[in-house]
């Protein structure tokens, strides 16, 4: 069973920073793209930013400058660090993960959700 495990969430004043952590244990064969999600109160959820094995990035326009989306391989963790918090950029706060698992005699790449963290930035 195949588990991501997000942290570093919490409460902060507009203009700090927050850095997210997201770990993936179990029986992992690969990971290809990670990423981060977020969904406000009442909205839908939305793509914050997205990286691939290989290091390539992807941002929202909103977080374009602010956020920084990081891997590490070795651990099979990801990570967001948040500069310049806004009030909007409050969420809560989903790490995604394409992981390489063995079903049966199988290999299947299935995509995994965390549980979510929150993250309520005061104006």
């Known amino acids: 069973q195949v588990q991501l495990v997000e942290s570093g969430g919490g409460l902060v004043q507009a203009g700090g920073s927050l850095r997210l952590s997201c770990a993936a244990s179990g029986t992992i064969l690969r990971i290809d793209a990670m990423g981060w999600y977020r969904q406000a109160s009442g909205k839908q959820r939305e793509l914050v930013a997205d990286i691939n094995s290989d290091g390539n990035t992807n941002y929202a326009d909103s977080v374009k400058g602010r956020f920084t989306i990081s891997r590490d391989n070795a651990k099979n963790m990801v990570y967001l660090q948040m500069n310049s918090l806004k009030h909007d950029d409050t969420a809560v706060y989903y790490c995604?993960?394409?992981?390489?698992?063995?079903?049966?005699?199988?290999?299947?790449?299935?995509?995994?959700w965390g549980q979510g963290t929150l993250v309520t930035v005061s104006s």
């Open positions: 995604n993960a394409d992981v390489m698992v063995s079903v049966g005699l199988s290999d299947r790449l299935r995509e995994i």
